[in-house]
């Protein structure tokens, strides 16, 4: 008996041995918390203040001159209201953003035209028909702000800068209430 107990003994004292090299194994993926931003993967240097404020006025600018187009092609009232309140508020935005900057005072540069994938995207919007304009611009808003919420989400939670990190904060909340209605509007539109 005394055997058994002594070879049993040594074989979790090797299997114990044998585990201390291996690093630990993952068993399953991390559980998401309750914020739906925390499960979109983080580009590498997103936290970075060059990407975010490239990023975050390029979402300004695409809201405002998508808007712009939108004033001049849709007929529909809600859609109307809803472009002038875009140019409105994120011209307000790009304000912020700016004060942010000079709070901070790191070197940042806005940019002054788009990127190239939100180019084509306006692009695209001012080449759709009259009979599909409306739908695929409100299908624009309503990608623009979610990608604009978790950008100020993360940014606001993982940033480098704290100026741009509390700009991020207070502007959050304001794209969460443009996301909500621009859903609002793309549902009435089915």
């Given at each position: 008996m005394y055997r058994k107990l002594l070879i049993a003994g040594a074989a979790c004292a090797a299997l114990a041995l044998a585990a201390c090299g291996k690093p630990p194994e993952e068993t399953s993926p991390a559980t998401p918390d309750a914020n739906p931003a925390a499960t979109v993967p983080t580009p590498a240097n997103e936290a970075g203040a060059p990407d975010f404020v490239a990023k975050a006025a390029a979402s300004d600018m695409f809201e405002i001159e998508s808007s712009k187009l939108a004033l001049t092609r849709t007929r529909n009232a809600d859609i109307k209201a809803f472009a002038q309140m875009m140019i409105d508020m994120h011209t307000q935005t790009t304000a912020g953003l700016k004060k942010a900057i000079a709070d901070s005072g790191q070197p940042l540069v806005l940019p002054t035209m788009l990127p190239a994938d939100l180019q084509?995207?306006?692009?695209?919007?001012?080449?759709?028909?009259?009979?599909?304009?409306?739908?695929a611009y409100m299908d624009a808003q309503v990608d623009g702000h979610q990608a604009a919420l978790d950008l100020m989400t993360r940014y606001a939670a993982d940033g480098t800068v704290p100026a741009l990190q509390a700009a991020a904060a207070s502007t959050a909340p304001v794209v969460q209430e443009h996301l909500t209605k621009a859903k609002g509007i793309q549902e009435g539109l089915k």
């Open positions: 084509g995207k306006l692009d695209d919007l001012a080449k759709a028909s009259d009979a599909d304009f409306d739908k």
